[in-house]
């Protein structure tokens, strides 16, 4: 029986979002699916080798604030200077006190599980970003490159 | 159940670490050796018993005292 197939497209680059594909893909890895996931957009921040991943309440209704601020207090309020960094610092220790493992860890436990990551050429030329500021080991390439995993994958999931 | 071969203490840790570094120490031992973790997480019950049935390991016992859950999983 050939091993079963995970194909994931992150497409966000925030603290939170940073979460769904380098659990799925390292849990998947775990249990014997192949993985490979396609970074593109703002999921390319997901591949950088020094990951400042932040987290904003601004425009996030569903995020839970500590000492019920998500109920009274202003939506402008979570544009305020500031807030960006104090929410990412809250979540980051929450995190910690919880158990959760750290983006960075996720990260190397799907490299250590060989999830192939793949980085999207065009989003790479687009911000003008370097291949020097990714990790080591990620291949450049397009959509149709994805295809190939993808159309023969068992799971699809775009994140 | 006493007998195992390894043992893991995933206390504290929460998903997905406790599948992830357990499937780590499995990946280290030999067939028919038994792995015994300890665990914190609720959402793990369910997980170690998925786990197995997707991995082919045998999941030999699951339990749970004083808030702790008790894995004893058998390499295939």
Same mark, same amino acid.
């Given at each position: 029986?050939?091993?079963?197939?995970?194909?994931?497209?992150?497409?966000?680059?925030?603290?939170?979002?940073?979460?769904?594909?380098?659990?799925?893909?390292?849990?998947?890895?775990?249990?014997?699916?192949?993985?490979?996931?396609?970074?593109?957009?703002?999921?390319?921040?997901?591949?950088?080798?020094?990951?400042?991943?932040?987290?904003?309440?601004?425009? =996030?209704?569903?995020?839970?604030?500590?000492?019920?601020?998500?109920?009274?207090?202003?939506?402008?309020?979570?544009?305020?200077?500031?807030?960006? /960094?104090?929410?990412?610092?809250?979540?980051?220790?929450?995190?910690?006190?919880?158990?959760?493992?750290?983006?960075?860890?996720?990260?190397?436990?799907?490299?250590? /599980?060989?999830?192939?990551?793949? /980085?999207?050429?065009?989003?790479?030329?687009?911000?003008?970003?370097?291949?020097?500021?990714?990790?080591?080991?990620?291949?450049?390439?397009? /959509?149709?490159?994805?295809?190939?995993?993808?159309?023969?994958?068992?799971? =699809?999931?775009?994140? | 159940?006493?007998?195992?071969?390894?043992?893991?203490?995933?206390?504290?840790?929460?998903?997905?670490?406790?599948?992830?570094?357990? #499937?780590?120490?499995?990946?280290?031992?030999?067939?028919?050796?038994?792995?015994?973790?300890?665990?914190?997480?609720?959402?793990?019950?369910?997980?170690?018993?998925?786990?197995? #049935?997707?991995?082919?390991?045998?999941?030999?016992?699951?339990?749970?005292?004083?808030?702790?859950?008790?894995?004893?999983?058998?390499?295939?």
């Amino acid at each position: 029986m050939s091993a079963k197939k995970l194909a994931i497209i992150a497409t966000k680059g925030t603290l939170d979002w940073a979460y769904p594909p380098f659990i799925l893909a390292s849990t998947a890895a775990a249990i014997g699916y192949d993985t490979q996931i396609f970074f593109t957009f703002y999921g390319l921040q997901l591949l950088k080798k020094d990951l400042d991943l932040k987290v904003s309440p601004l425009g =996030n209704p569903g995020m839970p604030m500590p000492m019920g601020m998500d109920k009274w207090f202003p939506t402008i309020g979570t544009a305020l200077p500031g807030m960006e /960094a104090m929410m990412t610092g809250m979540m980051k220790a929450k995190m910690k006190s919880k158990g959760v493992a750290s983006v960075a860890d996720l990260r190397e436990m799907c490299i250590e /599980a060989d999830v192939k990551m793949i /980085a999207c050429q065009m989003t790479v030329d687009l911000f003008d970003m370097q291949p020097s500021e990714f990790i080591d080991g990620i291949d450049y390439a397009g /959509a149709t490159t994805f295809f190939e995993f993808a159309g023969e994958s068992d799971v =699809n999931l775009f994140i | 159940m006493s007998e195992y071969t390894e043992k893991f203490d995933a206390t504290g840790l929460n998903c997905p670490l406790p599948i992830l570094r357990a #499937k780590k120490v499995l990946t280290s031992m030999n067939s028919g050796e038994v792995l015994y973790v300890i665990a914190t997480d609720s959402g793990s019950v369910k997980d170690f018993d998925a786990f197995c #049935k997707q991995t082919g390991h045998e999941l030999l016992e699951s339990t749970e005292a004083e808030g702790k859950y008790h894995y004893y999983i058998k390499k295939a």
